[in-house]
């Protein structure tokens, strides 16, 4: 087999491996989302005791935003996360698969 194959093929399984990694970091950030608003409620108890009104604002803001990242993270479907997440690793391992065959037995067939 051709190193452009065996170049695609590691290409795809880059980038298949990226997916899953990426969906693996979207379940665990949805399964942790509770514990993070927790802890951004704590926060704020604390933003509540700065006297500087300006610091105050900007904490806040800083507070807010993060609750609306965990909230977002909320509204997402955990099947349809997993889902992707199974199917891009079984994507990437069959990828692998095919680039140990192709890598490290096609040279042992050309020798005989």
Known sequence: MS?????ALKK???RYAGIAARAKK???????????L???YEDFKEVRKIEDLDERIKAMGSLIAREKKVHAIMKLDLLKLTDKQ??????ARSLEFEIFRHEYRSPLRARH
């Not at 979207?26 to 993070?36: I, N, R, V």
């Open 3 to 7: 190193h452009a194959v065996i170049h």
């Open 12 to 14: 795809e399984h880059k």
């Open 26 to 36: 979207k379940c665990d950030d949805y399964c942790s989302a509770g514990s993070d």
């Open 38 to 40: 927790l802890k951004i």
């Open 86 to 91: 199974i199917e891009a690793e079984s994507q």
